[in-house]
């Protein structure tokens, strides 16, 4: 009987240990399951009377500030009756496929790391349709 009482007092530490371990285990892994990085950010170009719009402003062709490597997506909507645009930023080789009206495309990016300024156009009326991103140091 001693016997089974000790082998009993064993099992019991064991599974005391085991949880633990396990518990210890959770704690140190949870915040390596969190993301540390910041939310995407949403950006809404509607193209119309042959301009950029930010989605509820009025300001046509505005310059867009991002933060350096800032990770954004951009979603490109056509409001032109009858037009075909598309959005290019050559310095990140970006170029969107050409929207027919009412068309929409959506493309995620990660601004430079560096500060600075690049042009952001709709190729076929590139002398009409254009404006600045201008990427600002990070946090």
């Not at 915040?31 to 009377?49: F, K």
Request: a neutral charge.
């Amino acid at each position: 009987m001693v016997k089974n009482q000790r082998h009993g007092a064993r099992g019991a530490v064991a599974v005391v240990l085991a949880a633990a371990i396990g518990l210890l285990c959770v704690v140190l892994l949870l915040p390596l399951t969190a993301s540390t990085s910041a939310a995407v950010r949403e950006i809404t170009l509607v193209t119309r009377d042959m301009a950029f719009y930010l989605e509820g402003e009025s300001e046509p062709n505005p310059t867009i500030q991002l933060r350096a490597g800032e990770e954004v997506r951009f979603t490109v909507l056509n409001r032109d009756p009858g037009l075909t645009h598309n959005l290019a930023v050559e310095a990140w080789g970006l170029e969107t496929r050409y929207l027919k009206t009412e068309a929409s495309t959506t493309v995620l990016v990660r601004a430079p790391a560096r500060p600075g300024r690049q042009v952001y156009v709709c190729v076929p009326h590139d002398k009409m349709m254009r404006g600045i991103i201008e990427v600002v140091a990070g946090d």
